[in-house]
């Protein structure tokens, strides 16, 4: 499972990228509420992608590798219970990679002090069986 993880004051995007296993190209000048992430609808690998705020979804038992990176200041992507903690820096994009073990739902853990609002970046992620995964996938809207 590969997915895309971009901090921002105060809030965790995460970008899935759909069935054609591509992520769609994004471009700064596309950002807008709407589309944090910049998504190109020009872009055909664009069209299959899901985005989700502060809320990551994974299937147990499969290595995952995440692409982190920050829109704006340092900020710190933890997931305690997977044993996982990297900064989001921005300008770069880093890989981290785990394989969850045990299904549950647990809280994204910021400890940067990443501005005033910090206490408000609070993220989740959902770690269920590939069953239920993929049903979960399947009901989310795709494209930009």
Avoid at 7 to 24: A, C, K, L, M, T
Avoid at 106 to 124: D, K, N, P, V
């Amino acid at each position: 499972t590969v997915v895309r993880v971009v901090g921002e004051q105060f809030i965790w995007d995460i970008q899935y990228s759909g069935r054609d296993g591509v992520f769609g190209r994004t471009r700064r000048e596309l950002v807008t509420n709407a589309n944090p992430l910049g998504l190109d609808p020009a872009d055909p690998a664009a069209k299959d992608d899901v985005w989700t705020q502060n809320q990551l979804n994974l299937p147990v038992g499969r290595p995952v590798i995440v692409h982190l990176s920050s829109e704006d200041v340092i900020h710190s992507f933890g997931l305690p219970q997977m044993r996982v903690k990297q900064d989001a820096i921005p300008g770069v994009e880093q890989r981290v990679w785990f394989t969850p073990t045990r299904t549950g739902e647990f809280e994204i853990a910021c400890s940067q002090l990443c501005g005033l609002g910090h206490y408000r970046m609070r993220g989740f992620y959902t770690i269920q069986t590939q069953a239920d995964f993929d049903a979960w996938l399947a009901q989310q809207p795709a494209g930009p």
